[in-house]
Antibody, heavy 119, light 108 residues
Framework: QVQLQESGPGLVKPSETLSLTCAVSGYSISSGYYWGWIRQPPGKGLEWIGSIYRSGNTYYNSSLKSRVTISVDTSKNQFSLKLSSVTAADTAVYYC????????????WGQGTLVTVSS | EIVLTQSPGTLSLSPGERATLSCRASQSVSSSFLAWYQQKPGQAPRLLIYGASSRGTGIPDRFSGSGSGTDFTFTISRLEPEDFAVYYCQHYGTSLLTFGGGTKVEIK
């Protein structure tokens, strides 16, 4: 059974960098798929942040591209998100997910982690 | 960039009734790249439909999807108490993942 688990600080100060990690079990990242980050502000809809392939190729939402870095560590079977210069608008539940490379549907998701941006 | 518009924003129905949700794309898309998810409060989204009409693993057959081009429909034939949730459509394209704004199906 594929499982994803997000981890990282739940509180980040404005202007600082948000850092999260997604640990994957039950499937090797090196075997394929895209590995992505999606966020959901409180009471709002889903927003794709970006995704990474096992090769390290990354794809980012154009609206966040200047602030986002996604990396992968295949030896630890995990991938990470860094979002710089955060503001209150970045407060959200952050999900990691696996999605197919051919048709894009996301079949496995982490439980999500709430990150609040506040001083 | 593809924009997905879901309607209605909220659907108030009773258990046993039929729910019909719409997802309209700003330009024609391949149905292969259209998926539907269910999200309950405090939970991650769950894949229900992929390729516009194929049910995900273990998804009951009361859930179905159809459509092509710019207009896609998600249907729950008979609402069960556990089906009251928010539903999102999603497209996969050059901008990678795009989500619709969601439709909340609430108990009337």
């Amino acid at each position: 059974q594929v499982q994803l688990q997000e981890s990282g600080p739940g509180l980040v100060k404005p202007s600082e960098t948000l850092s999260l990690t997604c640990a994957v079990s039950g499937y090797s990242i090196s075997s394929g798929y895209y590995w992505g980050w999606i966020r959901q502000p409180p009471g709002k809809g889903l927003e794709w942040i970006g995704s990474i392939y096992r090769s390290g190729n990354t794809y980012y939402n154009s609206s966040l591209k200047s602030r986002v870095t996604i990396s992968v560590d295949t030896s630890k079977n995990q991938f990470s998100l860094k979002l710089s210069s955060v503001t209150a608008a970045d407060t959200a539940v952050y999900y990691c997910a696996r999605h197919t490379t051919n048709y894009g549907w996301a079949d496995y998701w982490g439980q999500g982690t709430l990150v609040t941006v506040s001083s | 960039e593809i924009v997905l518009t879901q309607s209605p924003g909220t659907l108030s129905l009773s258990p046993g009734e039929r729910a019909t949700l719409s997802c309209r794309a700003s330009q024609s898309v391949s149905s292969s790249f259209l998926a539907w998810y269910q999200q309950k409060p405090g939970q991650a989204p769950r894949l229900l439909i992929y390729g516009a009409s194929s049910r995900g693993t273990g998804i009951p057959d009361r859930f179905s999807g159809s459509g092509s081009g710019t207009d896609f429909t998600f249907t729950i034939s008979r609402l069960e108490p556990e089906d009251f949730a928010v539903y999102y459509c999603q497209h996969y394209g050059t901008s990678l993942l795009t989500f619709g704004g969601g439709t909340k199906v609430e108990i009337k």
